[in-house]
Nanobody, 119 residues
């Protein structure tokens, strides 16, 4: 059973930085893509950043220049370095792994980690 475990969420002040980590277990293959999504209270879950094998990283416009996604492909881990955090970045951040294996699609989610940015 594949599991994704996020860590690194915290309460910080505006302008500070955080690094989120997502480590997977139980997978017997390398994920095609991994990414970070977030969901703020009363809002839909949105893509923050993703990194897909063979493609450059993609970012939401709201985080470009402030967030950096990186991935340890061998260990199916993904990280999100967040700088110059703003109150509007407050949300639960979820790790995602998706792709196809042996022609079957997969889409895994972590439980989420809370990021709160105070003004």
């Amino acid at each position: 059973q594949v599991q994704l475990a996020e860590s690194g969420g915290d309460l910080v002040q505006a302008g500070e930085s955080l690094r989120l980590s997502c480590v997977s277990s139980g997978s017997k293959f390398r994920f095609d893509g991994m990414g970070w999504y977030r969901q703020a209270p009363g809002k839909e879950r949105e893509l923050v950043a993703e990194i897909i094998r063979g493609e450059p990283p993609k970012y939401a416009d709201s985080v470009k220049g402030r967030f950096t996604i990186s991935r340890h492909a061998s260990f199916n881990s993904v990280y999100l370095q967040m700088s110059n955090l703003k109150p509007e970045d407050t949300a639960v951040y979820y790790c995602n792994a998706a792709g196809r294996y042996a022609s079957y699609p997969y889409n895994y989610w972590g439980q989420g980690t809370q990021v709160t940015v105070s003004s």
